[in-house]
């Protein structure tokens, strides 16, 4: 079992910056990749940005390349999401998700383990 708690959501204007944490307890000792997905109001949930257990690795989606980074600390268990130059559509509920296996970061069945979101909303 691993237990994701995401936080560093909030308000923030148009061109704002935002850094997001997500925190893994549990089975953090394995293995695993790591994904942030968002879901807009109205929207499905999309994929937003993976990381590899090394952090050699990292994919994007084309709305965010460029303006956000995923990185990763091991020794703190920690993964980040920092959104720069954000726009309104960014506005999201972003979630943290966890899987120990597999070629996909994209797909969100291939992750295992979910955190509750953290909401992020970009005014105009």
């Known amino acids: 079992q691993v237990q994701l708690v995401e936080s560093g959501g909030g308000l923030v204007q148009a061109g704002g910056s935002l850094r997001l944490s997500c925190a893994a307890s549990?089975?953090?000792?394995?293995?695993?990749?790591t994904a942030w997905f968002r879901q807009g109001p109205g929207k499905e949930r999309e994929f937003v940005a993976g990381?590899?257990?090394?952090?050699?690795?990292?994919y994007y989606a084309d709305s965010v390349k460029g303006r956000f980074t995923i990185s990763r600390d091991k020794a703190k268990n920690l993964v980040y999401l920092q959104g720069n130059s954000l726009k309104p559509e960014d506005t999201a509920v972003y979630y943290c998700?966890?899987?120990?296996?597999?070629?996909?970061?994209?797909?969100?069945?291939?992750?295992?383990?979910w955190g509750q979101g953290t909401q992020v909303t970009v005014s105009s």
């Open positions: 998700a966890v899987k120990y296996g597999g070629p996909s970061f994209a797909a969100a069945p291939a992750y295992e383990y």
């Open positions: 990381i590899s257990w090394s952090g050699s690795s990292t």
């Open positions: 549990g089975r953090t000792f394995s293995t695993h990749a």
